[in-house]
């Protein structure tokens, strides 16, 4: 399983698209569209989401977190998250959308 982290007012746009950032509003400078980014640990998929500066303060109380089945992703299209300096791989970025089916589970 891995984790992303979002924001319940994005809840029904994912459902409907999956969970595609190609078009979506950056919540990070360093956002890169078209990239999922993903953790391997829930705890740290929620942090990134609560240290946000691009997104509207009232969105700060509605973090959920999607957990992930990750046997439904092209693991051609997952690598180690770029953003992060000497990352050990506790996040990742996923290159595409993930499908609304690949969501197992959905926690606040």
């Known amino acids: 399983t891995l984790y992303h982290d ?3 007012p994005l809840l029904a746009k ?3 698209n999956g969970l595609d950032t190609s078009k979506s509003k950056k919540a990070w400078e360093d956002s890169k569209p078209g990239l999922v980014y993903l953790a391997i640990e829930e ?3 929620v942090s990134y989401a609560e240290s946000s500066e691009m997104v509207p303060d009232s969105w700060l109380d509605q973090i959920i ?3 992930i ?3 439904k992703l092209d ?3 997952l690598s ?3 953003n992060v300096q000497d990352n050990v791989g506790d996040t990742l970025e996923y290159n ?8 197992i589970k959905i926690t606040k």
């Open 14 to 16: 994912i459902k409907a």
């Open 43 to 45: 705890d740290i998929a």
């Open 65 to 67: 977190v999607l957990h």
């Open 75 to 77: 693991k051609n299209k």
């Open 80 to 82: 180690v998250d770029k």
């Open 69 to 71: 089945d990750s046997s």
């Open 96 to 103: 595409g959308v993930i499908p609304w089916e690949a969501i």
């Open 6 to 8: 979002t924001y319940k």
